[in-house]
């Protein structure tokens, strides 16, 4: 089981009874240094100093302090310190930034590089990701993205970025599918906001579904549109909204009588198992989801299990990981493991860059390299990359909700 356990570094022997930690993860069982001399403790020092772990600062980016997102990066940072087999010798150390306004993003990550990294993460938010991934590229420096906004055409890669987030194409053929096996022939689309149409145009083009259109208001009274859908005798909805806003529609959507054994719905949010969904599960509705992160996965269950002890655990009030936060802990992971890899071939050494400069990361390259030949079996399964950074490996559970909850009735 993984440690969460914060590590303790420096300070002087309290007590004759202490034992002392190497900062290379070895630790030196003393029974007792009463008896030892004040010049051996000293030499004791001096050797542990000597062989003092190599430090790799990431850099980490995040719109608001103490998101569940930004814990989780900490706690995968914690994680990948306390195993010795994993980058022995070698400590990651965090570099974070807060981007409350976006005009501030070129100024902190600049700081972040000028600090020297290998690798940055995040932010969120599509607008100010796009800025830190264009930075990145000049200065050849890996950046981790988890987040599904979408701001630009979806071939448009860049070189040193590497999206955990299922690619926009790849979900879109999963909803086809999906419906397809259903047998969905006509539905309504209800979405919120234009990235919800490119999210969900396969479906839109496929000439085999007869598909209408209405977009939310955006006001917080879903109603008048619902009534509408009620009135034209819509029994199948596609509904593509924030999680933040599915327990509402839905609500709304009973309250104007659409929510009944003869309505149909297939949610789009990855995240439908962080929604209450206690007051729509003995209605009859069939209600159907995809999910990334298989909850009753042994490692999504170990690191649930460890979180719970957390003061400030990375999850929700139903215990259940979100999805972004589940992404950025394999992110770390992936980042751990690819550097692990290229040490064994060749050390590596952060360097302090400018944005302005003329300079680039002798090892952004390599790295890079390394995380896209490289796998990993994470909280979000099996993660790969292709050659441009785009996630390869998606494997998503069909999940239907029932009396006794959300349950599992296949695979993409």
């Known amino acids: 089981m993984m440690e969460f356990k914060r590590r303790k570094h420096g300070g002087r022997p309290a007590a004759a009874a202490t034992c002392f ?22 030499l004791l020092l001096l050797t542990q100093f000597a062989y003092a772990a190599d430090q790799i600062k990431i850099g980490g980016l995040f719109e608001v302090r103490d998101t569940n997102v930004e814990i989780a990066f900490r706690q995968a940072i914690e994680a990948v310190n306390h195993d010795n087999y994993l980058l022995p010798n070698t400590v990651l150390t965090p570099q974070i930034r807060y981007v409350q306004q976006p005009h501030t993003i070129h100024k902190k990550v600049c700081s972040i590089l ?38 630009r055409d979806i071939t448009d890669v860049a070189s040193y970025s590497h999206n955990l987030y299922p690619h926009p194409s790849t979900l879109a053929k999963a909803f086809k599918e999906v419906l397809n096996s259903l047998g969905w022939k006509k539905f309504c689309i209800i979405y919120e906001n234009n990235n919800g149409l490119i999210r969900i145009q396969e479906l839109i083009k496929d000439e085999k579904f ?20 009620r009135e034209e005798g819509v029994t199948h909805i596609v509904l593509d909204i924030e ?34 969904l206690e007051d729509f599960r003995h209605g009859g509705t069939n209600l159907y989801t995809l999910q990334l992160v298989d909850l009753h996965s042994p490692a999504v269950q170990r690191v649930i299990q460890d979180w719970t002890f957390e003061e400030d655990p990375p999850i929700g ?15 770390v992971k992936v980042f751990a493991t690819a550097l692990g890899q290229h040490m064994h071939s060749m050390n590596i050494n952060t360097t302090a860059l400018k944005c302005d400069g003329d300079a680039a990361w002798e090892y952004g390259t ?9 796998s990993l079996y994470g909280l979000t399964g099996l993660i790969t990359f292709d050659f441009e950074g785009v996630r390869s490996s998606v494997n998503l559970d069909m999940v239907q909700l029932t009396q006794d909850g959300l349950k599992s009735i296949g695979k993409y």
Not at 136 to 141: I, P
Not at 211 to 223: G, H, M, T
Not at 244 to 272: C, E, P, R, W
Not at 319 to 324: D, G, H, L, P, Y
């Open 21 to 42: 930690t190497s900062p290379t993860k070895v630790l030196l069982h003393l029974s007792c240094l009463s008896w030892l001399s004040i010049s051996f403790i000293n």
């Open 114 to 151: 000028a600090s020297g990294v290998g690798a940055i993460f995040g932010p969120q938010k599509a607008g100010t990701s796009v800025h830190v991934q264009s930075i990145c590229d000049a200065l050849e420096v890996p950046h981790f993205k988890i987040s599904s906004e979408i701001t």
């Open 210 to 229: 007869s598909v209408s259109l209405k977009q939310l208001p955006f006001s917080d009274d879903y109603r008048p549109i619902l009534k509408e859908a």
């Open 243 to 276: 999680t933040k806003n599915i327990f509402t529609v839905l609500k709304q959507a009973q309250q104007v009588g659409i929510m009944t054994s003869y309505h149909n719905y297939f949610i789009t949010s990855l995240d439908l198992h962080t929604v209450d």
């Open 317 to 331: 009030r139903t215990n259940q990981i979100q999805t972004e936060v589940a992404l950025m802990y394999d992110a």
């Open 366 to 374: 390599s790295l890079s390299n390394f995380i896209r030949m490289g």
